[in-house]
């Protein structure tokens, strides 16, 4: 079946420091892969996503994240957070020839002034 | 642009109550969800359309019945609330179709249920 899993609930890091934040998928074929974010009381707001062609995508506020085939991965990094980040952060999969969208348990980040 | 507009906002309901919240889109969209969010769970698919006229079970059906009422609204209901349902529901859009899946999902601010 397919599944997303994110191993960090809760991640803290001090505004300023460079952020990882990882993601893995188990599915039979490459998937369309997204990272979303939600701030306290909002909805979610796409940061990026990854269909095809070059694995290293660029997403708003900063954003990136490279998808590596071999690792089943889809990890989002920052280089330096700004306490504006602070939010939980959702990567999901859009499984191809389907209609659904499968998301992980989200990562909470914290960033420390 | 409103984009996918969810009301209510927030709601309480009694035990054994019924409910429906709603849920439009403007963006032309052919495929429209509805998931539940809790603490440590992530999202979870409820129900989902792919097109008007149409709707399929998601991970966690049971309790809740929809209605694709027309291309822009999908409603969600509960029929005999129970304190399991208490959690916050997204609705979501996608322009995705049977050509076309490599789109994302456009989501709702939430409604916000309790059931006590």
């Known amino acids: 079946a397919q599944s997303v899993t994110q191993p960090d609930i809760h991640i803290t890091v001090s505004e300023g420091a460079s952020l990882e934040l990882r993601c893995n998928y188990s599915?039979?074929?490459?998937?369309?892969l997204f990272w979303y974010v939600q701030s306290p009381g909002q909805g979610l707001q796409l940061l990026l996503k990854y269909f095809s062609g070059d694995t290293l995508v660029q997403g708003i506020k900063g954003f990136e994240a490279e998808f590596k085939r071999s690792q089943s991965s889809f990890n989002l990094r920052k280089p330096s957070v700004h306490w504006s980040d602070a939010a939980e952060y959702f990567c999901?999969?859009?499984?191809?020839?389907?209609?659904?969208?499968?998301f992980g348990t989200g990562t909470r980040l914290k960033v420390l002034a | 642009n409103a984009g996918v507009t969810q009301t209510p906002k927030f709601q309480v309901l009694k035990t054994g109550q019924s409910m429906t919240l709603q849920c439009a889109q403007d963006?032309?969209?052919?495929?429209m969800y509805w998931y539940r969010q809790d603490p440590g769970m992530g999202l979870r698919l409820i129900y989902y359309s792919a097109s008007e006229g149409t709707t399929d079970k998601g991970e966690v059906p049971n309790g809740y019945n929809v209605s694709r009422l027309n291309k822009r609204e999908f409603s969600l209901r509960l029929e005999s609330a129970a304190p399991s349902q208490t959690s916050v529901y997204f609705c979501?859009?996608?322009?995705?179709?049977?050509?076309?899946?490599?789109?994302?999902?456009?989501f709702g601010q939430g409604t916000r249920l309790t059931v006590v």
């Open positions: 963006m032309n969209h052919n495929s």
């Open positions: 999901a999969v859009g499984a191809r020839g389907t209609y659904k969208y499968i």
């Open positions: 979501a859009s996608s322009p995705r179709s049977g050509g076309q899946s490599n789109t994302e999902a456009f």
């Open positions: 599915y039979g074929a490459t998937p369309y």
